[in-house]
């Protein structure tokens, strides 16, 4: 073997090592199995919006086999909106490939976007029968406090989108997400969110 052949060789393996590396070291998506608490102090003191602020007091469907600490990742829209990534670990910021899930919370207008009205938008039907989706089915959930939500389930695309739970309260719409999350899962993070009802107290001691 010629030595220009032993160096592409060299190189091919070294390529093939560095990929099955950064393989391993990304996390697996949300299997809905584990639930872990959600710290939102520091979230608190980042968020400057006139939006109702709801955030779930524990995260559903968090792969237990991840050691990084679920963070949350802020943007905002000045005073009409607000979103928090799910996110394992703090150097995520959001990337797709180290987050999991969301939660949202807007000031309704008329381009606030109607699950009901929009469901052939978020959930197109009918898909390719080789691209995979959930086998959960879209509609109208009661959550915590008789609240009626509306539920999308996942699909694919790229990668898996969100399944979301969508609700509103007053003049304001929600939702929360997790990537190729079940009914189930998403249900549940719906409910601790609206649960979480000691978030505004929080929020106000911060801001003293």
Known sequence: M????????ACFVSASLIYLISINQQPTKADNNSIVPFNTSALLQEMQTEVPILLPSEVTGVNSSIE???????????????????????SCLGASYCNFGSVSGEYITDKTLNP??????????PLPDNVPQSTDRPG?????????GFFIPWTTAASCTEARMYW???SYQYYVGLECGSLEAVTALANSTIANTSIQADRDLSSK
């Not at 009901?116 to 039907?125: A, G, H, M, T, W």
């Open 2 to 9: 010629n030595k220009r052949w032993v160096v592409v060789l």
């Open 68 to 90: 990084e600490v679920v963070t949350g990742f802020l943007e905002s829209d000045a005073d009409k909106r607000y979103l928090v990534s799910f996110d394992y670990g703090e």
């Open 116 to 125: 009901v009205e929009n469901l052939d938008i978020l959930f197109p039907q």
């Open 140 to 148: 109208t959930v009661l959550l915590t406090d008789n609240i009626p």
């Open 168 to 170: 509103r309260i007053d």
